[in-house]
C-alpha cells in the first residue's frame, strides 16, 4: 500500500512539473538560433568574434520576420540590456538601434479624455486663454464627476502635455475646486512646491530663472 502511495505521489510531482515546463513563456520561433548564440556571447562578455557568430542569424530575423524579432524586445531588454544588444546590432552592421527598429507603440488616449485632449491642445495654442479654456471646461467636469478613475489615468499625460502649473489654472477657470494632486491622490504626485498661475498669465521669459 505504501509503495503504491509513493508512486502515486510520485506520478503527480511529474506531471506537475510538465505542465510548469510546456507552460513556460516559449521564445518567439525566429529566435530559436539566435537565443543561445547570445546567451554563449554573454558569457564571453560579448566578445566580437562570438557575437559574429549570430550575426546571419540575428540578420535573417530583422529582415525577414521583423514582427517576430520584435516581438521578443522585452526578453532581449531582460536578457542582454538594450546597451549590449544595441552594440550587437553594430557589431552585425544592422543599422539602427532595438527602438528605431521596434519602437515602443503610441499609448492610446483614456476614452473619456478623446473630447477633452484636442480642446486643450486649442487652447494651449491661445496661451490657455480664459475663453478658449472655458469651452473645455463641461468635459472636463463631466469627466472629473462621471469618470474619475479614466480622468485621472491619463495624470501622467496631463503633467507632460499641458503641465501641471497651467492645468492646475484649467480648474480653477472650470470652477472645479482642488489640484490635480487633489482630485488624483493614488496616482504619481506632481511637483507641489510652485503657485499655479491663472490660465491666461504672461509666459516666462525664456532662460528667466523662475
Known amino acids: 500500500m505504501g509503495s ?3 508512486m502515486v505521489v510520485g506520478i503527480l510531482l511529474l506531471m506537475s512539473l510538465t505542465v ?3 507552460s ?3 521564445p518567439a520561433p525566429c529566435w530559436a538560433g539566435i537565443a543561445p548564440c547570445l546567451e554563449t556571447a554573454k558569457t564571453l562578455n ?3 568574434a562570438a557575437v559574429a557568430q549570430c550575426c546571419p542569424a540575428i540578420s535573417n530575423a530583422r529582415v525577414a520576420e521583423t514582427a517576430c524579432f520584435c516581438s521578443a524586445k522585452a526578453d532581449i531588454l531582460s536578457q542582454h540590456a538594450q546597451v549590449f544588444f544595441n552594440q550587437i546590432l553594430t557589431l552585425c552592421n544592422i543599422p539602427g538601434t532595438l527602438e528605431t527598429i521596434c519602437p515602443t507603440p503610441a499609448q492610446q488616449p483614456a476614452p473619456c479624455w478623446a473630447k477633452i485632449t484636442p480642446c486643450l491642445e486649442t487652447a494651449k495654442t491661445l496661451n490657455f486663454a480664459t475663453a478658449a479654456v472655458q469651452q473645455c471646461c463641461p468635459a472636463i467636469s463631466t469627466a472629473m ?3 474619475t478613475a479614466c ?3 491619463a495624470k501622467a499625460d496631463i503633467v507632460s502635455q499641458q503641465a501641471i502649473l497651467p492645468f492646475n489654472g484649467i480648474l480653477t477657470t472650470c470652477l472645479i ?3 490635480l494632486d487633489d482630485l488624483c491622490p493614488d496616482t504619481p504626485p506632481s511637483n507641489p512646491s510652485t503657485t499655479p498661475p ?3 498669465a504672461t509666459p516666462s521669459t525664456p532662460g528667466a530663472i523662475p
Open 198 to 200: 491663472t490660465p491666461n
Open 151 to 153: 480622468f485621472c489615468s
Open 20 to 22: 510548469m515546463h510546456s
Open 46 to 48: 560579448y566578445a566580437q
Open 145 to 147: 464627476i462621471n469618470e
Open 177 to 179: 475646486n482642488g489640484t
Open 4 to 6: 503504491k502511495t509513493v
Open 24 to 26: 513556460a513563456q516559449q
